[in-house]
């Protein structure tokens, strides 16, 4: 068995035995953060049948994963890196996931996109819940108005993302951002990486995004 294959075993079955000892019946994705590796570095974990990944980049993304779509119609691909407007037309031809969405005007050019390529992206809105100035995301008094905003566009928004401050507890922000899906109402939530994805885990989250943790560290 790969490597990788074994690594991400290993995290699954981390996730199984904690939610079968809280009797919690839920599914938690993990998704193998495979930007700036090879496909080669992926293929293992393609041809052991793992579908979820994650790209931070769009041009990445489309070089390295449209073939492999074509032969692999249940690979999903997510965007989990921040997202330029003037990307989104390419983003929305080759991911099935954005996790990074912070703004009207990036939801609306989504919408307007994936209208005319008749696709329906799943959408997280990026919190930044440690009001970090150099950090993407909304402020979490705006998750209201920026979810109404959504619906009114035929956005389908299934949960929120965050990345909470590095060097920092993540538990405390894990644990508002439970708060905070549950206040709206959201079934899903991305958070969680290689350091503290049990964190995430414990505090609800359905999809972690993991990289080094599977894949080794980036060069």
């Known amino acids: 068995m790969h490597n990788t294959v074994k690594n991400l075993l290993d995290i699954e079955n981390n996730i199984k035995v904690y939610l079968r000892k809280s009797n919690i019946k839920k599914t938690v994705k993990v998704i193998a953060v495979s930007k700036t590796f090879s496909i080669e570095n992926i293929l293992p974990l393609i ?6 990944y994650g790209e931070n980049k769009v041009q990445e993304a489309v070089e390295k994963w449209t073939k ?11 965007m989990i890196g921040k997202l330029q ?7 929305v031809q080759i991911f099935d996931y954005i996790h990074s969405v912070d703004s009207e005007k990036l939801a609306k050019k989504i919408a307007d996109e994936q209208l005319k390529v008749n696709k329906n992206i799943k ?7 440690g009001e970090e100035d150099q950090k993407s995301g909304i402020n979490k008094s ?17 949960g929120l993302m965050c990345i909470p401050p590095l060097n920092l507890d993540p538990n405390k922000y894990f644990f508002e951002m439970k708060e905070l899906s549950e206040k ?3 079934t899903e939530l991305s958070m969680g990486m290689s350091s503290d994805y049990m964190l995430a885990v ?3 989250s359905t999809y972690v995004r993991i ?9």
């Open 85 to 91: 407007t003037n990307k989104v037309k390419f983003a």
């Open 142 to 158: 705006d998750i209201s108005k920026l979810v109404s905003y959504c619906k009114n566009i035929q956005l389908e928004i299934i």
């Open 184 to 186: 709206f109402g959201f």
């Open 47 to 52: 041809d052991y049948g793992h579908v979820d």
């Open 68 to 78: 492999i779509k074509k032969d692999k119609s249940k690979i999903k691909l997510h």
């Open 123 to 129: 959408i997280f809105l990026q919190v930044n819940i």
């Open 202 to 204: 414990k505090n609800n």
């Open 211 to 219: 990289g080094s943790s599977i894949f080794g560290q980036r060069s």
